[in-house]
C-alpha cells in the first residue's frame, strides 16, 4: 500500500495457479490486525445477520491472465476492506 507499512500491507498469493488469496494488515490501536478478504468476507456477512457464502471462505478463481487482472482490478478499485463483497461474487473454488 502507499506509504509502507505505517498505511498498512497487502499481499496476493496464488494457490493452486487458479486462486487469489489476498491477505492484509492494517495498524489498530498501537498494533496491527490481520486477516484475509476471504475471513473478513465471512465476518462481514455475520455482524450483517446475512447467511454464509458457499463455500464458506470465498476465494476468487482465475483461468487465465485476464481473469487474474479483472480478480486483482476488483480488489484494487473497490478497496479494503468494502470490497469483501464483489471480491466474493467472482468465480470460487469448487
Do not use: C, N, W
Not at 57 to 84: I, K
Request: proline letters at 11%; charged letters at 20%.
Amino acid at each position: 500500500m502507499p506509504g509502507g507499512p505505517a498505511a498498512g500491507e497487502f499481499v496476493v498469493v496464488i494457490q493452486g495457479r487458479t486462486t487469489v488469496e489476498a491477505h492484509f494488515a492494517v495498524p489498530f490501536r498501537g498494533g496491527q490486525a490481520a486477516s484475509t478478504l476471504a475471513v473478513l468476507a465471512s465476518d462481514v456477512r455475520r455482524v450483517r445477520s446475512e447467511p454464509p457464502h458457499e463455500p464458506p471462505y470465498p476465494r476468487p478463481e482465475f483461468h487465465s491472465l485476464e481473469e487474474l487482472a479483472a480478480v486483482l482490478a476488483e480488489v484494487v478499485q473497490s478497496g479494503l476492506p468494502g470490497g469483501s463483497r464483489r471480491v466474493a461474487k467472482a468465480r470460487r473454488t469448487r
